[in-house]
T-cell receptor, first 113, second 116 residues
């Protein structure tokens, strides 16, 4: 079965600084990969997804992620963080052929002014 | 376009009581999902409906949890009797479009359940 690891429970950055959230997956083949954001009191929102092709994926709100097969990673990046980006971020993986994601435990992003 | 609606937003019950959550998906979405999100964890799929039929309920604790989507639109998730470990946020999501292809899931705000 597939699994996903988000090694950082909390990440703190200053507003305007760059951000990278780590995600590693375990799956025999190339899975489908997702990043979601969950703001307080709101449901999850899809930031971006990777199925195949270009390994650098652009998403909404200025986020991007890079699929690295050799490292089994799908890290999320943003060049300049805004205070409104403070939220919980979830990496998720689904086996090829199924689009139902299995979620990691999440990384809480704290943004300092 | 209205999003996925869930009610109630919060519920506090005593253990061994029963509770029900309601979800109304985005209009026209054939697929509906219920997830359980325990504090400090990612959401875990409990059950998936396609119209009014169950596609996957392998993770649903059927001794105490039940769900229905009788008319293929809104859905109810019930817990009877509740245990302390059922304290979690229950998320509903829906997706539309063609079966077999990718259809983005849209999530509701969730119902936060506290079992005392």
């Amino acid at each position: 079965a597939q699994s996903v690891t988000q090694p950082d429970i909390h990440i703190t950055v200053s507003e305007g600084a760059s951000l990278e959230l780590r995600c590693n997956y375990s799956y025999g083949a190339t899975p489908y990969l997702f990043w979601y954001v969950q703001s307080p009191g709101q449901g999850l929102q899809l930031l971006l997804k990777y199925f195949s092709g270009d390994t650098l994926v652009q998403g909404i709100k200025g986020f991007e992620a890079e699929f690295k097969r050799s490292q089994s990673s799908f890290n999320l990046r943003k060049p300049s963080v805004h205070w409104s980006d403070a939220a919980e971020y979830f990496c998720a993986v689904a086996p090829g052929g199924s689009y139902i994601p299995t979620f990691g435990r999440g990384t809480s992003l704290i943004v300092h002014p | 376009e209205a999003g996925v609606a869930q009610s109630p937003r919060y519920k506090i019950i005593e253990k061994r009581q029963s509770v029900a959550f309601w979800c109304n998906p985005i209009s026209g979405h054939a697929t509906l999902y219920w997830y359980q999100q325990i504090l400090g964890q990612g959401p875990k799929l409990l059950i998936q409906f396609q119209n009014n039929g169950v596609v996957d309920d392998s993770q649903l604790p059927k001794d105490r949890f039940s769900a229905e989507r009788l008319k293929g639109v809104d859905s109810t998730l019930k817990i009877q009797p509740a245990k302390l470990e059922d304290s979690a946020v229950y998320l509903c999501a829906s997706s539309g479009g063609l079966a077999g292809g990718y259809n983005e899931q849209f999530f509701g705000p969730g119902t936060r359940l506290t079992v005392l």
